[in-house]
């Protein structure tokens, strides 16, 4: 099966988006991410959403997650305020190279989508036909292509 026949609408962002919409968009609609737009409208990268939680926690948290405990509910609350006023690009991590995208083309079969998810570490994949936007792959999509076609034992 092609990209285009397993891409699905999904929601998009651009890098002026307000994070804190995103980071609601991911929330209300069970997303692992959201695909980010450039300024031309075309697939920039994948904003997962354990990048917005990278965003969120502190380092030294991160680094030390026994120091979670000493956050309350309130303050764990007051952790998504961080992203209020700020554009997506904010909390994006900062881009090695250029041209390493989650990105498909249509016409690439489900076995290089699969091998892009995994090199990417990306649950969701654009899919463009030329500089037009199909849509996206996710992971759950993908997985189960793969597996209605496995031989039974």
Do not use: W
Request: charge should be negative; proline fraction near 8%; hydrophobic fraction near 50%.
């Amino acid at each position: 099966m092609l990209a285009r026949d397993l891409a699905e609408p999904f929601p998009t962002v651009n890098l002026d988006s307000d994070a804190l919409d995103a980071a609601t968009t991911l929330a209300e609609n069970r997303l692992p991410g959201l695909i980010v737009l450039d300024d031309d409208g075309l697939p920039y990268t994948v904003l997962p959403g354990t990048q917005v939680l990278r965003f969120l926690v502190p380092a030294y948290v991160q680094d030390d997650p026994a120091l979670a405990r000493a956050y309350d509910e309130k303050a764990a609350d007051a952790l998504c305020s961080k992203l209020a006023s700020r554009p997506v690009r904010d909390v994006l991590p900062k881009r090695k190279d250029m041209l390493d995208l989650p990105v498909v083309a249509g016409d690439d079969t489900a076995i290089e989508v699969a091998a892009i998810m995994a090199r990417m570490h990306s649950p969701i994949v654009a899919v463009v036909d030329g500089k037009t936007l199909l849509g996206a792959i996710r992971l759950t999509v993908l997985l189960a292509h793969l597996l209605e076609n496995r031989p039974t034992s």
